[in-house]
Every structure is written in C-alpha cells, then in structure tokens.
C-alpha cells in the first residue's frame, strides 16, 4: 500500500485506493453518460472536483494518469492548502444533462470512497 501524509493537517492519502476509486469513477461516468437521452441543451462544463491537499499534487497526478479521467487542476474554492482536481471521463463530452449526469456519478463515487469534493456545474 503506497501511502503520502500531509503533515500540516495529518491526513493520509492511500494513493492505490484513489486509483482503484479512479478507474471506477470514469466506469460509472460514461454508464452515466450513456444512460439517458441527451437532451440537446445548451453545451456545459460539469465536472466532479475533488478538494485535496495540495501537499499531494504530484501523487494525485500519478494515480489519476491513465484512469480514463481527464485532470483540469486549480486553486479556485478551495481552503489554503487545498487544490482543486476537476475530473471528467475522457469518453463523454456532450452537452445538456449527459454531461451533468457523468459529472455527478463521478462525484457520487469520489464521495462514497470518502473523498471529499463536489460537483461544478457551469453552462456555456
């Protein structure tokens, strides 16, 4: 088990099980994607956002690569230290609620793993 600490707030990162949730993320986003009707609305930008310390930038990077997960990072919203990793499944695009369906089951699983974050929504 491959394990990174971020000392200032004594969290634990166990960078295989974020991989593992990874993979199963981008699984349950496309099932998403593909799971209703685009609805031919406007074009958007939803994407689930996980809220990590920033400590663990590089780890992060490495377990999501090759996922599937497509990885937009910044520091908008978040608390100091924090970074934000803005993912979405490399296989959907779309617009209308296709893509805020992928978005949120992607969150859906980031959350039930224990990952703290939310869903961005943003239309065009």
Not at 6 to 19: E, F, I, Q
Not at 49 to 64: G, S
Request: hydrophobic share 35%.
């Amino acid at each position: 088990m491959h394990t990174v600490t971020d000392y200032s707030t004594n969290r634990t990162l166990n960078v295989d099980h974020l991989r593992a949730t990874a993979i199963a993320a981008e699984a349950a986003g496309f099932t998403a994607f593909n799971g209703g009707k685009d609805d031919g609305g406007s074009c958007n930008f939803d994407s689930a956002v996980l809220h990590l310390p920033t400590a663990w930038r590089e780890q992060v990077l490495a377990a999501l690569a090759g996922t599937g997960l497509h990885v937009y990072v910044d520091d908008w919203m978040c608390d100091p230290g924090e970074t934000a990793f803005h993912v979405r499944s490399e296989r959907t695009g779309g617009q209308g609620f296709s893509r805020t369906r992928a978005a949120e089951a992607i969150q859906a699983t980031f959350k039930a793993a224990g990952y703290p974050g939310t869903t961005y929504y943003q239309m065009d």
